[in-house]
């Protein structure tokens, strides 16, 4: 083990690189970004609707997929409700494009190669995984209002439960 492994506390650079979290209120960072269809995405798309964004790391592995399935299964609540679904991650439009047919995943998801997007919504960063601080992709849900401001922000959320949780916390559930 080298010595810059061995140490438990993140150096200068690493908490530096801490994203800044977005809280209720803030406004949303914006983005254009392409998606699984090969089509531009912008949050502004959304203007004047709510619309629930989550950043997950890489389509196709376990905790992924189980998120991106229990948004599609309740994705009638949430529609009911309002509230349109895009998912976000660092994949090729291409990947996202098998992930969400094999899936059948009925909303956008969108290709962030250069993790800007991540990284503006305080969604890439330093991390820890299992106990040892990396920088990746935090898993983290918005919902943001009508007006484009955060209405919800979670990070370090689990894959599993997870969008239940959304759901109780938008009052769409009492589970």
Known sequence: MSGSESHTQPSAEQKSS???RLEKGDPAPQFSLTSDAQT??????????KVLVYFY???NTPGCTKEACDFRDNLSV???????VVGISPDSPE????FKEKYELPFPLLSDP??????AWGAFGAKKNYGKLIHGVIRSTFVVGED???ELAKYNVRATGHVVRILKDLGLSDK
Do not use: F, H, W
Not at 40 to 49: E, H, I, P, R, T
Not at 78 to 84: Q, V
Not at 114 to 119: L, N, R, T
């Open 148 to 150: 484009q401001t955060i």
């Open 78 to 84: 949430l529609a009911d409700a309002g509230i349109d």
């Open 40 to 49: 531009q995405v912008s949050l502004s798309d959304y203007s004047g609707k």
């Open 114 to 119: 250069d993790k800007e997007v991540m990284k």
């Open 95 to 98: 990947k996202l494009t098998r």
């Open 18 to 20: 801490t994203p800044r």
């Open 57 to 59: 790391p890489r389509a």
